[in-house]
């Protein structure tokens, strides 16, 4: 039964199970019947040219694709699954194998699934994972999924944003956080992968003991192990006391560790002993000791490239992506830009002792329009040079040129402004962006899989821009 909102949802829709073995694939059918709660629309596919046979006869909600079943379609299973993801037609498309394969789950998703799961998988498990990536794909109703919910929440444990999106992930956080196990948070620079981290601390069991941070990146190769584990007295030069490290200062606490993709390959080895074992050896001492600690990691790189390339541990990723929480970029949520930035004004005006009355209409256009490469983190030092620049009063396009030295998205004070009739032919991007993938849909009759490939995006790129799109014509 997929757990949606902490609350039981059936998920409906057509689904379809491609898998050679006809008793294992009998035997998920049924059960995902079972846990998804939806009617007996399971479609069973014994190879992937009877698959795709299946997809030109009708649409599928759902399509769950065993990668060796694969193997008529194609020398490698990612042909195959190529030629499943450009019939399926807005399908979420998972892809299953027997054993945890980073080639075959990069092979995967660089094909165009949606996720990649190890045989064998629980099918609640299954199901509840479907549930997760319907709402990160935008394509929540179409499976049965009510995404009402009675009051949503404008803040969370130190975010700000009341978008779907983040409804989402105040719900991850809340039913992640009572838990033990290792938290893998991924994200963007500048999306709150901290903020998540204190979040889960705070809001678990844990919260009355330390939480310790150590950012993988900041600290040099070879005093990382001794900040980490700790130092015995006279382990080199200048180590004239014994010393803890950050894992036995968060004992009974949280470890988090940020950027953990920058840790140095032969320190991610001894990572993942003590995840294993649960104990530690400070630096020049061979006895071990007992620590009990929560570990979160947090990256804004892609983990199964890092491992294609051999800067990341297989092993160590499969033991800390126990519970995945992905954070969403600004511009993906549209709606809390305004929500951030007069959150950020009030903040800071208290701060500078100030007085802002708000954002002008043609500022708060601006604001929502802009990409935000930097995110949450680049529109909270927007407002605040804003706030330290200017005395007060309505901030409006003049004030956003003047402080913008970042991404210069916003035409500085001096600039003239344009005249009438270019200001009018002008666009957003995100709406030049939008006309031209709506034209190569339309070239293609509607066909998403064929525009996308003439476009060479995935299709589920054009799925979750559509979902962006609806968001940005609601703010304005």
């Given at each position: 039964?997929?757990?949606?909102?902490?609350?039981?949802?059936?998920?409906?829709?057509?689904?379809?199970?491609?898998?050679?073995?006809?008793?294992?694939?009998?035997?998920?059918?049924?059960?995902?019947?079972?846990?998804?709660?939806?009617?007996?629309?399971?479609?069973?596919?014994?190879?992937?040219?009877?698959?795709?046979?299946?997809?030109?006869?009708?649409?599928?909600?759902?399509?769950?694709?065993?990668?060796?079943?694969?193997?008529?379609?194609?020398?490698?299973?990612?042909?195959?699954?190529?030629?499943?993801?450009?019939?399926?037609?807005?399908?979420?498309?998972?892809?299953?194998?027997?054993?945890?394969?980073?080639?075959?789950?990069?092979?995967?998703?660089?094909?165009?699934?949606?996720?990649?799961?190890?045989?064998?998988?629980?099918?609640?498990?299954?199901?509840?994972?479907?549930?997760?990536?319907?709402?990160?794909?935008?394509?929540?109703?179409?499976?049965?999924?009510?995404?009402?919910?009675?009051?949503?929440?404008?803040?969370?444990?130190?975010?700000?944003?009341?978008?779907?999106?983040?409804?989402?992930?105040?719900?991850?956080?809340?039913?992640?956080?009572?838990?033990?196990?290792?938290?893998?948070?991924?994200?963007?620079?500048?999306?709150?992968?901290?903020?998540?981290?204190?979040?889960?601390?705070?809001?678990?069991?844990?919260?009355?003991?330390?939480?310790?941070?150590?950012?993988?990146?900041?600290?040099?190769?070879?005093?990382?192990?001794?900040?980490?584990?700790?130092?015995?007295?006279?382990?080199?030069?200048?180590?004239?006391?014994?010393?803890?490290?950050?894992?036995?200062?968060?004992?009974?606490?949280?470890?988090?560790?940020?950027?953990?993709?920058?840790?140095?390959?032969?320190?991610?080895?001894?990572?993942?002993?003590?995840?294993?074992?649960?104990?530690?050896?400070?630096?020049?001492?061979?006895?071990?000791?007992?620590?009990?600690?929560?570990?979160?990691?947090?990256?804004?790189?892609?983990?199964?490239?890092?491992?294609?390339?051999?800067?990341?541990?297989?092993?160590l990723f499969y033991r800390l992506h126990v519970l995945p929480i992905h954070l969403?970029?600004?511009?993906?949520?549209?709606?809390?830009?305004?929500?951030?930035?007069?959150?950020?004004?009030?903040?800071?005006?208290?701060?500078?002792?100030?007085?802002?009355?708000?954002?002008?209409?043609?500022?708060?256009?601006?604001?929502?329009?802009?990409?935000?490469?930097?995110?949450?983190?680049?529109?909270?030092?927007?407002?605040?040079?804003?706030?330290?620049?200017?005395?007060?009063?309505?901030?409006?396009?003049?004030?956003?040129?003047?402080?913008?030295?970042?991404?210069?998205?916003?035409?500085?004070?001096?600039?003239?402004?344009?005249?009438?009739?270019?200001?009018?032919?002008?666009?957003?991007?995100?709406?030049?962006?939008?006309?031209?993938?709506?034209?190569?849909?339309?070239?293609?009759?509607?066909?998403?899989?064929?525009?996308?490939?003439?476009?060479?995006?995935?299709?589920?790129?054009?799925?979750?821009?559509?979902?962006?799109?609806?968001?940005?014509?609601?703010?304005?």
């Amino acid at each position: 039964m997929a757990m949606i909102s902490g609350v039981e949802h059936a998920l409906s829709g057509q689904l379809l199970l491609i898998d050679a073995d006809a008793v294992a694939a009998a035997q998920t059918g049924e059960s995902l019947s079972q846990a998804m709660l939806c009617t007996p629309e399971v479609s069973v596919a014994r190879s992937g040219r009877e698959a795709l046979d299946m997809l030109r006869a009708g649409r599928f909600d759902i399509i769950l694709a065993d990668m060796p079943s694969l193997a008529d379609l194609g020398e490698r299973d990612e042909d195959g699954m190529g030629r499943i993801v450009r019939l399926a037609e807005g399908a979420l498309v998972v892809a299953m194998a027997g054993g945890a394969s980073v080639t075959a789950a990069v092979g995967a998703m660089r094909a165009g699934a949606h996720d990649y799961v190890a045989k064998p998988v629980a099918a609640a498990a299954l199901a509840n994972r479907i549930g997760e990536l319907a709402q990160r794909h935008g394509r929540p109703r179409s499976l049965g999924i009510d995404t009402a919910r009675p009051q949503a929440m404008a803040d969370y444990a130190g975010f700000v944003g009341a978008s779907n999106a983040m409804q989402f992930i105040y719900e991850q956080i809340g039913r992640v956080s009572t838990s033990s196990a290792p938290v893998f948070i991924t994200g963007e620079s500048g999306t709150g992968k901290d903020v998540c981290a204190e979040a889960l601390h705070s809001q678990g069991p844990r919260k009355a003991k330390r939480f310790v941070a150590i950012n993988c990146a900041a600290i040099p190769r070879d005093l990382m192990e001794s900040e980490l584990f700790g130092v015995a007295r006279g382990a080199f030069t200048g180590a004239h006391e014994d010393r803890k490290g950050a894992a036995e200062l968060a004992d009974g606490g949280t470890l988090f560790l940020d950027e953990i993709g920058e840790m140095d390959l032969s320190l991610q080895s001894k990572l993942l002993r003590f995840l294993q074992t649960g104990t530690i050896s400070r630096v020049g001492e061979a006895s071990v000791r007992k620590v009990d600690v929560r570990v979160i990691c947090a990256t804004n790189r892609n983990p199964l490239q890092m491992i294609a390339e051999r800067k990341f541990r297989e092993d160590l990723f499969y033991r800390l992506h126990v519970l995945p929480i992905h954070l969403p970029p600004l511009r993906q949520r549209p709606t809390d830009i305004m929500v951030l930035a007069r959150h950020f004004l009030d903040r800071y005006a208290r701060e500078e002792h100030k007085s802002f009355g708000g954002f002008s209409n043609e500022a708060a256009q601006q604001l929502t329009a802009a990409d935000w490469p930097g995110n949450v983190r680049q529109l909270q030092n927007l407002i605040r040079r804003i706030v330290v620049m200017f005395d007060g009063g309505d901030i409006d396009h003049m004030m956003l040129g003047a402080a913008d030295i970042e991404s210069q998205a916003f035409a500085p004070a001096d600039t003239p402004a344009p005249r009438a009739e270019t200001r009018r032919a002008i666009l957003p991007m995100w709406q030049q962006e939008q006309k031209i993938i709506e034209d190569a849909i339309a070239a293609f009759a509607g066909n998403i899989s064929m525009a996308a490939a003439a476009l060479e995006i995935s299709p589920s790129t054009i799925y979750r821009k559509r979902q962006t799109w609806a968001e940005m014509q609601k703010a304005s």
